[in-house]
């Protein structure tokens, strides 16, 4: 009997690319492949890549290089790169990366059989898509999720009309498109008759979705329709827009039952100045409003940011203006990334005229606030019953259970260890807090919840 390919996958990245990766991995399911974890086992490895920013393209290229060793200690016999950064730099790296064997670009992801050289290589003759990716996947692509079999990533949308003066995601990603709402909603329903009952909105920019059909209440809408899918038990909404937020997704953000009290929304910065050379807008002032308007309609709702230290011409005043900005929201969850200076962006133009240095001392200033201000909102929850999403065994020890809350979203958010009780992973418990151990929290189980994925 021939002997199955045994393929191995690497996605880097964020949860976008993770679901490229998992459509990927959908196609090479019905190839009847073999997946490894161990690299050094497989005949084939697919590595998808991120082309973001400076630091995620280093990783991206460490990783081909050190795998592609594998095609001499190993048994490795293909290797195959996908990905943003194949959309963004196709050329370049069919130039300088000879142990490659075929790039995939955003366009391409069914390729996969054939670049893994499990499928026949006549669709090698189509031409090569080039220029920003137009394609948009639907519910009726194969998929393979790569997630817990109880949590998953919907992508709404692809692309991003925005112009932030630092992002070139747009230049790759392309203009904004939405999938249509029955399309979810029939992705949403397999997905949860396959077991998921925490799904995770996600596109560029989440806020957008239904725009580029004219409708200005497209996520509103697809809300309530997710809401009716009935054996979903949470519905996390990432990637909030600023401008793009209306009070009647706010409503509906704050009056559906599943929809849990959770507002990320990637403000960059607070500065008035810097945001007008970022080309988004807005101020301190104005995000402040807007956060608190999700705070009238909601109880205590988790708020995640993310944050660029270091952009061009920022002064000290911007960055303490943007400090006293992270004092006073008491985010929850804040991630800082340093600025990096991408050719294809308009902010390319701009003088990049502060030193990595002072970039990394500003991230860590904030990062060291924030840790303070999570330890005291995690400390303010002591003592509070909440319900918590079972994960499993602690992976370091096997007297602690781990598990999130609806505030906390896998891979970016802290944890809750439960040093007392059982769950099944993928069952949600009510746990009450008994301490805050940094940017997790601890509890013990109290009792199970009715809608747990054996009671649905
Ligand atoms: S909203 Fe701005 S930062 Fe986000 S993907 Fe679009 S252009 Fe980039």
């Given at each position: 009997m021939k002997e199955a390919v045994r393929v191995g996958i690497i996605s880097l990245g964020c949860?976008?690319?993770?679901?490229?990766?998992?459509?990927?991995?959908?196609?090479?399911d019905r190839h009847g492949c073999e997946y490894v974890l161990e690299p050094g086992e497989a005949d084939v490895i697919v590595i998808n890549t991120c082309g973001f920013i400076g630091p995620a393209r280093e990783e991206s290229i460490e990783t081909i290089l050190e795998t592609a060793e594998l095609k001499k200690t190993g048994r490795l016999r293909r290797l195959v790169v996908a990905g943003c950064m194949v959309q963004r730099y196709r050329e370049q790296l069919q130039a300088n990366l000879p142990e490659v064997d075929a790039f995939i670009g955003l366009d391409e992801l069914?390729?996969?059989?054939?670049?893994?050289?499990?499928?026949?290589?006549?669709?090698?003759?189509?031409?090569?898509?080039?220029?920003?990716?137009?394609?948009?996947?639907?519910?009726?692509?194969?998929?393979?999720?790569?997630?817990p079999s109880w949590t998953a990533y919907l992508k709404i949308a692809e692309g991003c009309d925005h112009t932030c003066s630092f992002c070139a995601i747009p230049s790759f990603r392309g203009a904004f498109r939405s999938r249509t709402e029955d399309d979810l909603v029939a992705e949403a329903e397999r997905l949860a008759q396959a077991g998921v009952r925490e799904l995770n909105l996600i596109a560029q920019d989440t806020s957008h979705y239904g725009r580029d059909r004219g409708e200005t209440d497209g996520l509103p809408r697809l809300l309530r329709a997710l809401n009716d899918v009935e054996q979903l038990h949470w519905i996390r909404v990432h990637y909030l827009y600023p401008n793009t937020v209306t009070g009647g997704l706010i409503?509906?953000?704050?009056?559906?039952?599943k929809v849990v009290d959770y507002v990320d929304m990637p403000l960059q910065h607070a500065?008035?100045?810097?945001?007008?050379r970022m080309l988004r807008g807005g101020s301190a002032e104005s995000h402040l409003k807007l956060l608190q308007r999700f705070r009238n309609r909601m109880a205590d709702p988790a708020m995640r940011t993310t944050l660029i230290v270091g952009f061009p011409g920022e002064t000290d005043a911007e960055f303490d203006h943007l400090m006293d900005f992270v004092r006073e929201v008491r985010f929850d969850h804040?991630?800082?990334?340093?600025?990096?200076?991408?050719?294809?962006?308009?902010?390319?133009?701009?003088?990049?005229?502060?030193?990595?240095?002072?970039?990394?001392?500003?991230?860590?200033?904030?990062?060291?606030?924030?840790?303070?201000?999570?330890n005291d909102r995690n400390r303010d929850r002591v003592g509070r019953t909440v319900e918590v999403l079972v994960e499993g065994e602690h992976p370091e020890t096997e007297f602690l259970l781990t598990g999130r809350t609806a505030g906390q979203s896998q891979d970016v958010d802290g944890q809750v260890l439960i040093n007392d009780g059982m769950g099944e992973p993928g069952s949600f418990v009510q746990v009450e807090l008994t301490d805050a151990a940094g940017y997790d929290l601890v509890g013990r189980i109290v009792s199970g919840t009715d809608r747990s994925p054996e009671t649905p």
């Open positions: 949860a976008k690319n993770l679901v490229d990766t998992e459509i990927m991995l959908g196609h090479l069914p390729k996969v059989i054939e670049s893994t050289g499990l499928g026949s290589p006549t669709e090698s003759e189509t031409p090569i898509p080039t220029g920003p990716s137009r394609s948009l996947y639907d519910h009726l692509a194969p998929r393979h999720l790569a997630t409503d509906a953000m704050a009056e559906l039952p500065d008035a100045a810097v945001l007008s804040v991630g800082v990334f340093t600025y990096s200076h991408e050719e294809d962006t308009s902010a390319h133009r701009l003088k990049d005229d502060v030193p990595q240095d002072l970039m990394d001392e500003r991230r860590a200033a904030v990062m060291e606030l924030q840790a303070g201000i999570v």
